[in-house]
Each structure stands twice: as C-alpha cells, then as structure tokens.
C-alpha cells in the first residue's frame, strides 16, 4: 500500500487517508496479514510530517494499543519506534507509557511482541528515558513467569544486545548484567539456546571487561548445557567468541577455560554437536599458534576426522587450510593424511564415498604437488573399486579435479591411466572408462578430446560386450558437441553408423540416439 503514496493519494500531506484500511487490517486474526499492515504503516510513518503523525498516526497507534481484542495490541508493538523519535515531548511520555502497558498486558501474546520491540524501541528512547523507563520493562519481561510458554523471556534476550550497545559500561553491570547472568541459567533450554546463538552479540555489546568477569563463566556453563541445542548453538560461537577476546587473555581463555569443555565436546553424544564444533574448532589454531596445535588441537581433528558422522568429517576437512597455514603441509600430511587415507580405504563403502566428495576440496587445500604425491593414486583406485557408487563417484571426482588443476595437469597425470583401463580385462572398469571420457571431454576441450580420448572410443567400438558397445554409443553422443563438427563426419558418424547395423538390440538403440544428434 506505500506504493500508493506517490500518484494515488495526492502526495505525503495525504498519506493519513491510507491509515483508515490498514488499521482495520492490523487487527485482524490473520497473523501475515497483521506483519504486513504494520510493516506498510511503518513505511507510511517516514512519510508524515511531524504535525501529521501527531494528527492522525498517534491516535490509530492510541486504538491500536487500546483495542479489546490482542490483535491490535500486538499490532501496536511494532509502530512505537516508527513514531516515537518525530513526536513533541509530551507525546512521547504518553508513548512510552502505552508501551509500559502493553509490556505489562494481561495476554502473554502481547507481551511477547512487546518484548520482540522492545530492542528497537530502546534505540528510538532517549538514554535517559531507557534506564529510566526501558530497562524496568525489560528485566520484567526476562523475568516472566505467567504460563509455561517461555517466549516473552526469550525474546527478551534480543533487547538485551540493543540495550546493552547503548548503555555506559556501568550502567551495563548494574542494569543488564543481572537479567543476563538469570537468562543464562533460565530454566527454560529455548531461553539458554537464545543466549548462546546471541552469545557474541551480547560480547561486543557489553565489552571486554563484563566479558573477562562473566561471560567467559556463562559461555564455559552453556558449552556444558545438558541440553544438546544449546551446546550446539554455543559451540557454533567458540571460535568468534574467542576471536573477539582481549588479545592478551585469548590463549590463557582458551587452554584453561575452554578447551576442557571443547574435549568433552568432541566426544558428545549428539551429531549435531560435534558437526557445530567441528565447522569452528580449526579457527582455533591461528590463535594458538603452532605448538599449542600440536599438541592439543591435532588429537582433536583426527578424534573428529575418524567420526562416524559424515558432516563432522566434512566440516574438519573443508577448514584444513586453517590449520596448514600454521603447522605446515609436511605437519598436516604426517598427522591428518593417515587418517584420510584409512577412511578412504574403509570397509564400509559408503564412508569411502563421503570421502571422494571431499576429494576436490582437500586437494584445492593441500594444492596439487602434494596431491600427486599422497593422493592421486587413491582417487584412479577408486575407478576401478567393486562398488558402482564408488566409481560414479570416483568418475565425477576427476571431472571437479580436472576443473581445479587444469588440462594440462589432466594429460600428464590423469588420461594416460584412463585410457590405459580400456584395455582393462573387466568390462566394468572398460565401461568407467567410457564414463570417465565423458566428463574429461566437458573439462578439457576439443583439442585433448579429438587428440587423446576420441581414438580411445573408437578403439573400443569392437568390444566383445554389448553393454560396452552400447556405452561407446553414448559416449559419442556426448563428446560429438565437444569436437569440431568435419572430426564427427569423418570419424564419428562412420562409427555411429556400424554400430546401428549390430546384433545386439540395445547396442542398436542407442546409437540411433546418437545418429539424430551427430
């Protein structure tokens, strides 16, 4: 409805005439509805001059707030900060007193949204009028205890951070710091969980001395939460919060305050706790530099690279690179690479298929000499492993590698043992031979297609299984839109052509799908 402002109301002195529907609208059951009406209104109360907000927006904002039923008054909730900055002293007492009620309101739907505003109202208040008049309503609402929902507390916590950035230091400790430390130790998990997901917010609003004397303590108790989201959402923190640390406690915070809780964490007994930490835990070592990760992070990853859990595996391997760039790659290669490789090796094919899709991003950490020395050999093993899944896989993993490395790298290292597997006496790795020319030739191009691979297919158009033949088929299909077009009439085409006239029915089949495209 703002839309309407420009051309259809006759410009800003008459936007009031569009306040009328949208009051109706903030009040009716329809919660999206509501959001919308206020977020319309909102936008329509920039355009008002002060005398017009006075006039005709804090009188709605008067009924909203007055209204029976608690539609309008959750309503109401998210119109206060759009009016209140714009408005004569008297009027702004006046506001600051509705919103005191409807923070104090009977209905715990009402007192929820009001906690939800309360944060942006607290910007739009007067410092004076916040210690005052705010900070009563917020450690009100912190401390809710009407029903069993624990929302309104939760929300609260949001206005924290907001109240707290605008605070002095000692206004912070003696106004905030006690309705923090009882929100951290809330008996409701969902109100400990907002503590810890708004845990560095709450750092950089309240500074590094309240965060030196209480949150170092709090963020050590939500780490050890017997609530497994909450550790999570803690542990998801343990890096920022530790960067943002004094510089000159950061090691000792660390080696003594939270790295006995970053052990148990390793070993929780919930995924998504040890998947929270193991995206973070790596962030750790340029703080402590090279021996403290020797010595105390390296068992960690490797407890974690070993998990029975993909996502944690994953999340240590994609964050390697922080740990090379301080320990080093021979450092990394000694601890890690064995473990790497033993989960590549396992028995149990579906963890060696979790790692070949780590492959690509371990070697564009590890870069490509060491690569070809550690871990080139394991990836061509995986083509010719028992499992299907595995050599699909293991197929795809040299298309993402070729892309990393280059064509150049692809001729020398990877297409000679390729085409050596065409002659292979399995018809299983002759046919992921044929798989794997088909994606090489996207990533290399036509001049190494035509000159390497395109022989190697049709060398293999004569094979004595059918499903080879019928696979060289669609391998031309797929490498035709790669090469030059006079390439496909002089060698494809002749190809295409003999394998249409062969005994098996299959075989037939789908080189008539490649004879319509080439």
Known sequence: MFDLVPGYVGGKEFVHCLLPPLESLATVEETIVRDKAVESLRAIAQEHSPEDLEAHFVPLLKRLAGGDWFTSRTSACGLFSASYPRVSAPVK??????????????????????????????????????????VPMFVNLAQD???????????????????????????????????????????????????????????????PDITKTDLIPAFQSLLKDCEAEVRAAAAHKIKNFCLALDPSIQESTIMNNLLPCIKELVTDGNQHVKSALASVIMGLSPILGKQN????????????????????????????????????????????????????????????????EYMPLLAGQLGVEFFDEKLNSLCMTWLIDHVYAIREAATNNLKK??????????????????????????????????????????????????????????????????????????????????????????????????????????????????????
Not at 165 to 181: A, G, S
Not at 511 to 517: D, F, K
Request: aromatic content about 6%; overall charge negative.
């Open 401 to 518: 590698l070729v892309e990393k490395f280059g064509a150049e790298w692809a001729q020398q290292t990877v297409i000679p043992k390729v085409i050596a597997m065409s002659r292979d006496q399995n018809y299983l790795h002759r046919m992921t031979c044929l798989f794997c020319i088909n994606v090489l030739s996207q990533s290399c191009g036509a001049e190494v297609t035509e000159r390497l691979l395109l022989p190697t297919v049709l060398s293999m158009a004569g094979d004595g299984v059918a499903n080879v033949r019928f696979n060289v088929a669609k391998t031309l299909q797929q490498i035709a839109m790669v090469l030059p077009s006079d390439t496909t009439q002089a060698q494809v085409k002749p190809t295409i052509d003999k394998l249409n006239t062969d005994s098996d029915f299959d075989v037939r089949y789908y080189a008539s799908e490649a004879a319509m495209v080439c």
């Open 93 to 134: 007492a006046e506001l600051r007193t509705m919103f005191r009620n409807l923070c104090q309101d009977d209905t715990p739907m009402v007192r929820r949204a009001a906690s939800g505003k309360l944060g942006e109202f607290a910007k739009a208040v007067e410092v004076e009028y916040l210690k005052s008049d705010l």
């Open 293 to 356: 990760t020797i010595e105390h992070l390296l068992p960690l990853f490797l407890t974690q690279l070993k998990d029975e859990y993909p996502e944690v595996r994953l999340n240590i391997i994609s964050n390697l690179d922080c740990v090379n760039e301080v320990i080093g790659i021979q450092q990394l290669s000694q601890s890690l690479l064995p473990a790497i490789v033993e989960l590549a090796e396992d028995t149990k094919w579906r963890v060696r298929l979790a790692i070949i």
């Open 145 to 207: 205890e009407q029903v069993s929902n624990d929302s309104v507390r939760l929300l609260a916590v949001e206005a924290c951070v907001s109240i707290a950035e605008i605070l002095e230091k000692e206004d912070v400790e003696q106004l905030v710091m006690p309705t923090l430390r009882a929100c951290a130790d809330d008996k409701s998990w969902r109100v400990r969980y907002m503590v810890a997901d708004k845990f560095t917010e709450l750092q950089a609003a309240v500074g």
